[in-house]
Structure formats: C-alpha cells, structure tokens
C-alpha cells in the first residue's frame, strides 16, 4: 500500500509578488526543491482573458487535444497544447503580461524563449482522472536544463486535488521513462531505454510536497521535477493554464516526439529558437 497521501505532505516554499517578481529567495528555493508557488503571480484580469479563450482552444484552436472520457467519470479530462499561435486571448496572456518576467526571474538565464502553452481541465467529478507520476521533460526531444512550467490555477485547488512533488528530484537530471496521462496505454513515443519512473508513493525516503491554491496562484517547476496529481472528485471544475519557457542552455534533440515540441529546420544539437519558440527576453551587452 502507498502513503496516506494526505498525512504526508510537506508546503511548497511560498512567495507572495503581488507587489514585484521573485527574488534571490525563490530563486534559490527553486533550485534546491524544484518547484515553488507564487501567489498572486495574475490577477483576474489575467484569468478572465485566459478563460475567454478556452472554448475557441478546445474547438480547434490547439495544435494538439486529447479529451479523456471514462465510463465510471461524469466529466471530461482534457489538455491542449499550443493554442497561442491561433487563440489571439492566449497570445495576449502570454506576450502582453509579466508572465515572461515571472519565469526570467526564477530562472536567472541570460535569454527567455517560449515553448508553449498547456491548458488542463479536469471537469467536475473526473475522479478516475488521475495524472500520474512523470517529468515534463521525458516528452520532449531537448538535451539540456534550464526549463521552467509556470503553472497557474484558474480555479480554487484544495489539497485532496493539487498537485504533487518530489522534492529535490530534479537535482541529478536523469530522465526516466514517460507515461500516458490517460493511464489505458503506453505513451506514444516511450523510451524504454530509460529507467522506470520508481514507486515513489511507497518510498518513505520521498519526500512530498504540495499546497492549496487560489485562481492566479502560480506554481513553477523544473522540467525534470516529478509531479504528480489525483483526481478531481468534486462537483467543481478544476483547471491551470501553464506556459512552458526555455532558459539557456537548451537545444534540440531529434528523437521521436508530439509535433506540439518540433519545427521544422530544427536539427540534431541546434537552437531551439525560431517562429514557433520564439525568444522573448534576452539582456543587452555592450556588444548588441
């Protein structure tokens, strides 16, 4: 049996920037844990605009759906990548606000380009709509670190529905294997000369750390951080809309992998950057 994953939980290292970006403090503390929350990271503003674009994105607007349904499940479980380019309100929230500079800062890289945008939904009574144990960058055909999700909540996310992390697990940068969030099938393109993800709701060693949020909380994570969620067994939809940017130091590996995180003229070791990921922050030297 795995650990009481209530009783078990250790706060995410928290910090309010209602009134700034992050500072060296959350900084560091991302770097040592792998994740932190901001809270108050957008305002409602911010939310409304993103809510304004979910209908267009789930109808068409993303590059890549996948919409869960389960007999046993009243709702849907549904994500959508990459919409920015088509849904003009995603754009905005992207391009238009500080949600750059929220992720520039944690990340401390001289350039800040994005992947792309994620959006989750798990509807009402979606119990069965777990996701599993994984890292975001077992998905992605990158060699390197320097990936940052940004992950913020549009709705109230109690503890029995929030997320899960394993502190500290991004530290050795070993990828494991990749899942299928569906849970019925293996993932698309596993890797399986990778090791298998450990059990890690049944190592004691583990340690697990979660939080409540509110809409316009903000958790931000290394891509090689393991996360994890339940589902949502309440009469409430709960969804997050997370954008994916690119520090330095990364650069493409051509290996099988969704469309969603490929360009074309993208080759083996290049830049990643291009119309698609474009940069979006980068300091001045004396030389530009």
């Known amino acids: 049996m ?39 990271a957008h305002d409602k503003a911010w939310l409304s605009l993103v809510e304004s674009g979910i209908d267009e994105a789930l109808s068409g607007g ?12 009243a709702g849907r479980f549904s994500f959508s990548s990459q919409a920015w380019q088509q849904v003009d309100s995603f754009r905005e929230a992207i391009f238009d606000s500080r ?22 939904i798990k509807e009402a009574r979606t119990a069965s709509a777990a996701t599993p144990w994984h890292q975001d960058h077992a998905y992605y055909p990158l060699h390197g670190t320097g990936l940052i999700n940004c992950w913020t909540a549009l709705d109230r996310i109690p503890m029995d529905t929030a997320l899960r992390f394993w502190r500290g697990s991004h530290a050795q940068a070993c990828l494991y294997q990749s899942v299928d969030f569906s849970g019925d099938t293996d993932y698309r393109h596993a890797r399986h000369d990778r090791p298998a993800i450990p059990a890690i709701d049944d190592d004691p060693t583990a340690e697990i750390l979660g939080c409540e949020l509110e809409p316009g909380d903000m958790l931000a994570w290394d891509s090689y ?12 939809r709960r969804a997050a ?13 051509d290996i099988p992998s969704l469309s969603t ?8 070791g290049s830049s990643i950057e291009c119309d698609k990921f474009p940069v979006v922050r980068q300091h001045r030297t004396l030389a530009d």
């Open 2 to 40: 795995g650990r009481d994953l209530q009783k078990h939980i250790t706060p995410i290292c928290e910090f309010d920037v209602a009134g700034g970006l992050p500072g060296s403090r959350a900084q560091e503390a991302y770097r040592r844990d792998g994740v932190v929350c901001l809270r108050n």
């Open 241 to 253: 809309f997370s954008i994916n940017w690119i520090g330095d130091g990364i650069t493409f590996h």
């Open 99 to 120: 949600a750059p500079d929220l992720a520039w800062a944690l990340l401390g890289s001289h350039a800040l380009t994005l992947f792309y945008d994620f959006l989750l």
């Open 261 to 268: 995180y490929r360009a074309p003229g993208l080759v083996e």
């Open 225 to 236: 951080t393991f996360h994890s969620a339940s589902g949502n067994p309440r009469n409430t």
């Open 62 to 73: 993303s590059q890549d759906i996948d919409i869960v349904e389960k007999a046993q499940d």
